[in-house]
């Protein structure tokens, strides 16, 4: 009965097409004028090839005439991606296999009867198509939001798949005939591509959400970082109102004295001081925003008993955003501080820093004693605090954006940080 050989082909075609145009994230409903144009044009190019020269060459002929084709139709008239109309294609292609194989079972318990496979193939083709539909393609449509990495990577195993299902079952019959040489050459080529495809892509994903995690945190630096200079700005505006009112202090305390008022005159005299000392901006350079962190974070050391030695020699600060400048410089004397606060003898605490220029390049050297050794990875210091790590990582991130070098290293009781910009 080749009719039924006929029908089957219908279906088979039918099957390819609407998942292909399904993963390719073409809708039914809204494209159901596109699936009936692709759809009837491969399937009069198989009537007519099946009609002259039958269907033993139509099946070996079957990449040429209707996926390489339909690869073209999604690629250029329907403007889709090259990754992901190959993924289409070749994913439809795949899913043909349980279709397949389904009625190679049924067919089974009738001595592998091959009518009785065509008409189990023909009657599940629909209830299939609408479980991959329903529950497959939406997920496969998304790939198109990947990228071109990722995309690649989900290509390998359909494609991988086409050659050898081609190459052992239809231009040849080795799979059948193989033995248990091309038995285990599957079974091993499945493991491996398995295993590779997974690993791959798992380090991808991995990559992937590090990166979004340090993005994320730059971001947060970046806006603590700005909170911190404006309240720093605003403390240093307060100090020149202070000075600004120094003659109306001095009227107040003229007239305490007169009075012979000692005690107000001491205390609003002390009440002065501690305004000052907390909104004191000490200038270590003709840059504001770097003389606003250097004064708040060294204001920090001190509260903890931690001395801190400070030679700025450069004016050049054009090569870094205030934003940039204040994360590097905030985080390392973070990490800085945290180490140098475990020391128990607070005459050992001690940060040191340098910056100068040197061959055009502004050059920060920055050193701290500690309590315990850090571990290195990669020459990256590893911290047990997980906020200290991530202060390091952003340190590494912004000195790798201006295409600067860095270095972290012990020498002499000293953790050194350094770097070129």
Known sequence: MDYLKIINFGFVLLFGVTLSLSFSDMKMKGDFKQYLLVFSSLGIIQIIVYYFFGDNFLYKAYPLLTHLPLFLMLKFY????????????????????????????????WDYDIEVSQIVQIIITIPLLILIMKYISPYVARLKYESTRVLKFFIVVPFLYYIIEYTLTVYTDLLYKGGSVIIEYMDAAIVVVYFLFSIIYLKTLYEKKEVEIEQALLKIVTEQS?????????????TRIYRHDLRHHMNYLNNCISKNDKENALAYIAKVYEDLDKSQIIHYSENETLNLI????????KEKEINCDVIITTADFNKLSAPDLCSLLSNAFENAINACEKIEDSTRRTIRLRMYTKNSKLCIDMRNNFHKEPEFYQGIPIANDKQHSYGTKSMVHIVE??????????????????ASI
């Open 226 to 238: 700005k909170t911190e200079i404006e309240a720093l700005r605003e403390s240093d505006r307060q």
């Open 294 to 301: 250097l004064s708040s974070y060294i204001a920090k050391a």
């Open 78 to 109: 329907y403007k889709k991606s090259i990754y992901m109309s190959a993924i289409a294609v070749l994913s439809a292609y795949l899913f043909c296999t349980p279709r397949k194989w389904i009625g190679t079972f049924v067919s089974f318990f």
């Open 401 to 418: 954006k201006y295409c600067g070098i860095y270095q972290f290293s012990i020498n002499d009781s000293w953790f050194i940080f350094q």
